[in-house]
């Protein structure tokens, strides 16, 4: 049977691992506690930092992998389509680098100490106070839904061609080949 040319192992566990770490990392924002002036990074707030900077880390390593490791020629489809899909996976690397930076940013306006996965202390990214870092908060959230939507489109590109166009490219991504 035609097999289309697929996403490298480490490729495919990064982008399920990432999603499922990205649906969690919402899940947590939701169900943590509104964070205002003197909130403490305790309980759910500290999952959230914790699972944020796990997925920061997850995709420069993913970037660079991609740089290195490359990725399968995309599949036939209209010039608008291709690039459509390029700036929209463009979007997300980019987008999920600069989330978690902006809750990084805050987190530290508000004098919090943020570990990496919680285990491994990084640095503060702003003074605490910083007006710029303040506001972070703000772009933070909104950045966030934005995504959101990004993904939304994504999946319905990924299920329009699975049931519409039928041309196997989930498969391109799917965890196992078979
Ligand atoms: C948190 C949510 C998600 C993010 C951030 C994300 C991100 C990405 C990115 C950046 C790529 C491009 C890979 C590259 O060429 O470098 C990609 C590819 C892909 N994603 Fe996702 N994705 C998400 C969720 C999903 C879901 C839920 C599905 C399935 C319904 C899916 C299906 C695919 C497929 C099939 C490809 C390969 C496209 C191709 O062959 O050209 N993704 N994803
Ligand atoms: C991909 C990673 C992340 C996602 C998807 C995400 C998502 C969100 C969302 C949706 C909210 C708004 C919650 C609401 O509606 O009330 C939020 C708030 C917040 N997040 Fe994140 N977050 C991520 C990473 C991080 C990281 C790494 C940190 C800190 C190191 C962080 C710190 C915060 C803080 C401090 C707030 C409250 C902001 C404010 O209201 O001023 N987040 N996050």
Redesign the pocket.
Known sequence: MFQPAAYNAPARALHWLIVL??AL??V???L?P???RG?Q?VGL?AW??G???T??AL?ALRIVWRVIGGAPAMLPAPRWQLRAAHAVHGLLYVG?IA??????A???A?G?S?QLAGLVS?PALAAQGAGWA?A???V??VV??G??GLIGLHVLAALQHQFIVRDDLMRRMWPRRS
Request: proline share 4%; hydrophobic share 60%; net charge positive.
């Open positions: 770490l990205i990392e919402f947590l924002a939701w943590m509104g964070i205002r909130t990074p707030v959230h930092v699972v944020g900077t997925i920061l995709m999920f989330l978690p930076l902006l809750g990084w805050n987190a530290s508000r919090w943020v990084l303040r972070a908060g703000d933070h959230q966030a839904y995504l959101l």
